[in-house]
Each structure stands twice: as C-alpha cells, then as structure tokens.
C-alpha cells in the first residue's frame, strides 16, 4: 500500500501547475502590451483640418456647385473630387439624388442642399471659394408658382475642425442658371491657422471640352 500511494498526486500539487500556467499567461498579456502599446491620442490621423460648406434653399430643386482653389493651384470639384489635400464629399444635384425609400417603402426626398469640401491637410497661403449655379431646377412652390420664378440663397461657412470653430459665414442670392458667385477667400498660416478673409473676385470655375464627358459639365447630366 505505502508503494502505490507514491504514484498518487497530492491536491498542492494541482494547485501549483495551475497557478504555474496562470502565471505564464499573465506574463505574456504583459509582454504583448508592451511591445503593442496601446494608440495615442496623437497618433490617430485627423481626417479634416477644415470643412467648407455651401448650403442652399432647400425647397429649390436647383444644382449648385462648390469650387475651391487652394494656394498651390489645385482646384476640387464634381470635375474633380480630389485634388491635393482637398476632397468634395457629395456632389448634391438637388432633390434628383436626395431621394430614398423610408421603411414603408415609400419614395421620400430629403431636402437638404449641401456640398461639403474637406481639408485634410493644409498649406499656408490664400484659397479661393466659389459657388456656380449648374442648374435652376423646375418644381412647383406650394402657391403654385414655379420654383425659377424665384431667387435662391446660397449659404458658405468655413468651419475650423480640431478644436470646432467657425471661421466664417455669409450668405448670396442667386438667380440665374450658369451665374458664378466669388463667395469667399481666405489665407491660413504655416500652422494652418485661420489669419483672415476678404471678398475679392475669383475667377476659378473652368469649362473643358463637352465632347469628353469624363472631364467636364456635360458628364453628369443634360440640360
């Protein structure tokens, strides 16, 4: 009997594997945060430095277009979306894409008018914003009357993303369908920090040839 109770594990004995075990994969937990340590607040990327908005009436089926020029003479808009630091998040055509099925599956159009240009980055020096009326778009008012018959109001802001701030904002009439409006320019330092503004006209809206409908006005509808 005192032989075969040599070959029997004692309680402890289980007791200090599994602590053994336990042990090892704390230390290794341990090991891995180290070598991975955890992000810093600092060393997630900003996506935006800065936002340009235009905003019009939002009961006007009518197309607007924002235009921005930023200081090393890129130019970003529906022609193209991306250029440089800058990128047009949506080219809003007026209610013909603001419309979407709600959960009854009945058609809807949400009536916001908005364009936004996002600055991921920022160069020091003056950039231009401008506002161009593609199109007047037909629709009937409650009155009755026609929706052209009528001025719209074209809102810009210039919003200062980390920490919020806005910059700037002012509002212009339009009228006209192919009416350009110099809204603003404005200059950032090499820190990227708004110095000033002024109103001055810019001249940075540009047609290219019709017959390549990749690269100009006529790609996205006809009028």
Do not use: C
């Not at 701030?165 to 369908?177: V, W």
Request: proline share 3%.
């Amino acid at each position: 009997m005192q032989n075969r109770d040599r070959f029997k594990s004692s309680i402890g004995f289980t007791d200090l594997l599994f602590n053994l075990v336990i042990g090892f994969v704390y230390l290794f937990i341990i090991a891995f945060i180290l070598i991975n340590p955890v992000a810093k607040n600092y060393d997630i990327p900003k996506k935006a430095e800065y936002l340009i908005i235009i905003e019009w009436t939002d009961t006007l089926n009518d197309d607007v277009d924002l235009w921005v020029k930023d200081p090393r003479g890129n130019t970003v808009s529906f022609v193209l979306r991306h250029s440089g630091l800058m990128h047009l998040e949506k080219d809003d055509l007026g209610h013909s894409n603001d419309v979407y099925q709600n959960n009854k599956g009945d058609i809807e159009v949400l009536n916001i008018n908005r364009e936004v240009v996002t600055l991921r980055g920022t160069h020091a020096g003056e950039y231009q914003v401008m506002a161009h009326v593609y199109n007047r778009g037909y629709s009937v008012l409650p009155n009755g009357n026609s929706s052209k018959d009528f001025p719209g109001t074209v809102t810009v802001s210039i919003v200062k993303v980390n920490p919020y701030n806005e910059m700037y904002i002012t509002k212009y009439n339009y009228a006209e369908k192919g009416q350009q409006i110099s809204l603003v320019r404005f200059r950032l330092d090499d820190d990227g920090e708004f110095v000033d503004f002024n109103n001055q006209n810019s001249q940075i809206i540009t047609k290219v040839n019709r017959n390549n409908p990749s690269t100009d006005f006529g790609r996205r509808r006809n009028n």
